[in-house]
């Protein structure tokens, strides 16, 4: 999958740009799904004493094992795939803890990925000079509900239905990366009942 | 003069009214027939006797009846009000900042004594009467920005100052038009104001941050915004827009001018000596349509700003639906007779 054209549009929103390898103490690399392509487009570039000093935490989501086994022969010092971000969380946690002066993170796939795993490396006290992000495969949201807070994962359509409280929201253009999530706000509020018909927005 | 204090309600039964008094305070925010964006921001200096410019915080008749209703909000949300923990030293820098001007410019009002870094302060019309240590959080019953802005009018945004930008790292927001600081905090000047049409195009907010991080201490200044709010509604936030929204429905000729309001904040900025963190009140104030027009100035140009505003701005504003409305109605009120320059009522 090519990487991803975001229209100009959200000045709240981060801007990607492409993975490259740089030189550090270690590298700290997280992927979910086609963001493994960034990844091993990374590794045309790079020699194997680079891969001595990387950790890889893989989540292959619906790609299933498209890539992990490509991911695992890279030889990493530390490679894992995990199911789902929530399950890798503690391990992110601990990796970003036990980071050296000079190590270079490297995130890539979707939003709600490298968006969360910026929020920790940030608060994990990484300069943001060391941290590298591109955007690949879905372009799907991970949405805030401005009402009740629940987040909703994957979302796809405008409006959507709040996994928690349950009201139809459209997706506002306004991203905050302390939350790693797009606003939603309820589409109704005006006209309860009044619900436009879900446009597929997002892939 | 002494102020009487209203009892009134800016929500439910919504009782808020505004006094001949505050009509005629009342900060109009149209110089002229028609508005667009601007960086229109002046020096905060003492202008015109009685006016809102004149004080430094200033005090009204909406004074009790509003903070209680910011505590009611924050009793429902407490996440209204947030400060990260960087931001602390800028409440303290925000608790003298207030209390040395309020009890400065209203001595019958507010007191403050100090004693090295023990304070006293007293609220009059609050029932207030707190001593404490300067700097130390753990002598007063919240935080330190939290303790002072339940006792002022306006939302507060504080705004740490980095990387040649502003962030919004701290803030009281109950009173707000339609946005939401928990979701806002930590985003620099250009990300809080993402979701504002056209300004960014225009280069508003390149020039306006360049001006913001330029205030210097003790030379504060201020500009004027606004929308418009059906009922006297204070809390316009999105977190119950749900909640509100609806309210927008159901405007006849006949209810229009005791429904509709003009709301018109008034925004100024501080820099804070401590913590050289810049402090962004934004005061509210609400008038009807009703009262608007018992300035005949204000009548015509109302008519014809809103009559002739850019649809994207109706839009952000959120009364693009009830702009036909307004117009037809307001227009009862303009005879086409030129009105003078300035926002401030004719003299006759």
Known sequence: MSKTQFPPSITSRPVYGELEARSGSGHLMIADAEGAEAILDLAKSVDQGFWAKAHIIYIPKKTGTKYSSQLEELGAGQYYAGPSYEAAQGRIRRALLDCHMGTQVYLSGTESLMGQAMAEATAAGIPHTAIQAEHRGSTARRMQCVHCKGITEDVTTDPFECSHCGLSLFVRDHYSRRLAAFQGVRVDAEDPGNIPEKVELFK | ?348
């Open chain 2, 1 to 348: 003069m002494t102020i009487q204090f209203n009892d009134e309600t800016f929500h439910g039964d919504f009782t808020f009214k505004n006094s001949d008094w505050a009509i005629k305070r009342f900060p109009f925010p149209f110089h002229e027939d028609s508005y667009m964006y601007s960086v229109n921001m002046e020096p905060h200096t003492s202008y015109r006797p009685g006016s809102v410019f004149e004080r430094t915080f200033d005090v009204d008749e909406h004074y009790v009846s509003e903070m209680k209703d910011r505590a009611r909000v924050l009793a429902n949300d407490p996440l209204r009000c947030q400060s990260l923990p960087h931001m602390t030293l800028a409440g303290w820098d925000l608790v003298e900042l207030i209390m040395e001007a309020k009890a400065r410019e209203y001595p019958d009002l507010f007191e403050l004594h100090k004693d090295g870094n023990r304070w006293r302060w007293i609220n009059k019309p609050l029932g207030i009467d707190d001593t404490f240590t300067f700097l130390d959080e753990s002598t007063l019953p919240y935080g330190p920005m939290e303790y002072i802005t339940r006792q002022t009018q306006g939302d507060f945004a504080v705004l740490d100052q980095r990387d040649d930008n502003l962030w919004m790292d701290a803030g009281m927001v109950t009173t707000q038009a339609d946005w939401s600081l928990d979701f806002d905090i930590g985003m620099n000047f250009f990300e809080w104001h993402a979701p504002v049409p056209k300004a960014h195009e225009m280069g508003i907010f390149v020039r306006a941050l360049k001006f913001l991080l330029n205030i210097q201490q003790g030379q504060p200044a201020r500009r004027l915004n606004w929308t418009m709010t059906v009922n006297p509604l204070l809390d316009t936030s999105p977190e119950n827009y749900h909640k509100w929204g609806v309210m927008k429905q159901g405007l006849t000729m006949e209810n229009i001018g005791d429904k509709q309001h003009l709301r018109v904040e008034l925004q100024t900025f501080f820099r804070l000596p401590r913590s050289n963190a810049l402090v962004f009140p934004i005061r509210c104030y609400l008038i009807s349509f009703n009262d608007l027009v018992t300035v005949p100035k204000w009548a015509r140009r109302l008519h014809r700003v809103i009559r002739d505003l850019p649809e994207e701005l109706a839009t952000y504003k959120g009364f693009i639906d009830n702009r036909p409305l307004m117009v037809e109605w307001l227009s009862q009120f303009d005879d086409g007779s030129p009105t003078s320059d300035g926002i401030w009522p004719d003299d006759d």
